[in-house]
């Protein structure tokens, strides 16, 4: 989808995307020893999820005695587990011994006050909770029982019983199912700017991705959260500053992912932008750089760019990855046969200056890493026809591939007719994505055609975007991070709410 006008840099965007939770209060209630003393600190550790290599885990910590502007807590895994990525604090291992360090935002504890932080953590076998915690240095719980919230049965991932955890998806027949073959939909929204910003220079996010505006998405009742992705951001190419490339900007990914699943959600992680020159019919640019949607992915960094996030997050099932935005060659090539060879087969395609990546490539790229997880691949025309999509449907040994569509009020297949003729029989033999829906009428009468049409089928559809743009030339679902909806953005958040409160 298009994107607003690039804007100069917003004063203040990196620190409302970096505060992803402050204290939770000014006064807690202080844990009081058996002998009647109040310890110095009080650590309260939990395992939220647990799967059969990984698990989910979260300290609260509350500082009882006088006031900190910085805090660091440590603590020793007695298991092997080690912790891969966390949030709301700068998270380390050394062998056996976490740190939690404070971020920026947090690091002041006053006197009473508390903080929370999480993690992602790989375990093998046993999972047992640490039992000593240290705040800058002191002991915490010191001559309490702290009681620490026990350790869970293991259970799968995917099991529908755990609110807290987003299944691992799979493809059966036409349905996606979980571990237990329960069909499920993805139901939610996409999360505009990790595509543009870093480009541009001007940040990773487009607006805060804290813990409460994640959660606001959640309380849409929303099931899924679209995040589209830049390949030379994630590459870390020389062109992109490297406050915003590299190492940053998949650390800042991996943290909005985690956040998504903490709230319930499925994370699709998106290809949005990517490397190659094409200045022919429908450019959106004539920049050789990954600033605008290009016809197709490139051969030189997309298969790459999938290996390293395919191996990111191949441990992880409950993240999902949709393959390229929206693929348009037939607006280069002469014929529609020529556009569906292109998009398959990728290589030299007419029209198209640089080599480029079919599907086939971007699926071998993934599963050669060993990843298993649900890949979207959509159509041509802007993912708006999947005329001929079964026809060149790429070859995926994992049997894990769905269709991806787009439409707008704009695009051509978008009355029933064309969806009853062109869709149809897609969905019919594979699950179907609608991984964006949205008019620019700044009303929401079009999207709901097309959740209608969708519902009827057992079908899924997330709207286009969750970011505070201007609903004629996003369209945008919000006028606030905090959720509160546009007249567009009405129509899904009512819609989700009747399907899934």
């Known amino acids: 989808m298009r994107h607003p006008p690039r804007s100069g840099p917003r004063s203040g965007l990196l620190l409302a995307g970096a505060a992803a939770i402050a204290l939770l209060g ?19 550790y939990s395992v939220t999820s647990q799967w059969d290599t990984g698990f989910q885990g979260a300290v609260t910590i509350t500082n009882n005695t006088a006031a900190v502007s910085s805090w660091s807590l440590g603590f020793d895994f007695a298991g092997g587990q080690k912790v891969t990525q966390g949030w709301n604090a700068k998270w380390s291992q050394s062998g056996t011994t976490v740190t939690a360090a404070n971020e920026s935002y947090n690091g002041s504890l006053a006197t009473g006050a508390s903080v929370s932080a999480g993690f992602i953590g790989t375990r093998s076998g046993s999972n047992p909770v640490p039992t000593a915690f240290k705040l800058n240095g002191t002991t915490c719980n010191a001559g309490a029982d702290p009681s620490p919230t026990p350790t869970p049965t293991p259970t799968d991932p995917t099991d529908p019983g755990d609110p807290g955890t ?12 979980d571990a237990d073959g329960t069909t499920r939909r993805l139901l939610g929204v996409n999360r505009s700017g990790g595509e543009f910003m870093c480009v541009q220079g001007r940040g990773i996010w487009d607006g805060p991705v804290d813990d409460a505006s994640v959660k606001a998405i959640a309380d849409w009742k929303a ?3 679209r995040i589209p992705l830049n390949e030379e951001c994630w590459l870390g190419l020389s062109n ?10 998949i650390n800042a990914v991996k943290d909005l992912v985690a956040k998504v699943k ?5 994370p699709l ?30 051969m030189q960094y997309t298969p790459a760019f999938w290996k390293s996030v395919a191996n990111t997050f191949k441990d992880d099932p409950a993240v999902a990855f949709d393959l390229f935005n929206e693929p348009y060659p037939d607006r280069a090539t002469a014929t529609t046969t020529q556009a569906w060879q292109c998009w398959r087969d990728g290589g030299t395609c007419s029209g198209i200056g640089y080599e480029v990546a079919g599907m086939q ?8 890493t060993g990843a298993k997880n649900l890949i979207l691949a959509g159509g041509i025309a802007y993912s708006n026809d999947l005329s001929q999509w079964l026809t060149y449907k790429p070859t ?13 009020n704009f695009n051509t297949c978008s009355n029933e007719s064309c969806w009853n003729s062109t869709l149809a029989p897609v969905a019919a033999q594979v699950p179907l994505v609608a991984g964006e829906i949205g008019e620019n009428t700044c009303g929401h009468s079009f999207v709901d055609q097309v959740m209608k049409w969708f519902d009827d089928r057992g079908l899924s559809y997330l709207g286009w975007t969750w970011n505070t743009w201007d609903c004629s030339s996003g369209p945008s679902l919000i006028s606030d991070y905090d959720g509160t909806p546009t007249s567009y953005g009405i129509g899904l958040r009512d819609h989700l709410r009747a399907l899934n409160g």
């Open 26 to 44: 000014t006064a807690v209630a202080p844990v009081v020893t058996a002998s009647g003393a109040t310890p110095a600190c009080t650590v309260e």
């Open 166 to 177: 987003p299944p691992a998806l799979k493809v059966s027949g036409n349905k996606l199912v």
């Open 223 to 225: 099931n899924t959260v």
């Open 240 to 249: 992109i500053d490297a406050a915003y490339s590299g190492a940053n900007y």
């Open 262 to 266: 903490a709230h319930g959600m499925t």
């Open 269 to 298: 992680v998106e290809l949005h932008w990517t490397y190659g020159q094409y200045t022919g019919n429908s450019a959106g640019c004539s920049d050789v750089h990954a600033s605008c949607q290009k016809p197709m992915p490139d």
């Open 361 to 368: 490539d971007l699926v071998d790229a993934v599963r050669g």
């Open 396 to 408: 995926d040994p994992a049997g894990n591939l769905a269709a991806a569509w787009h439409v707008y």
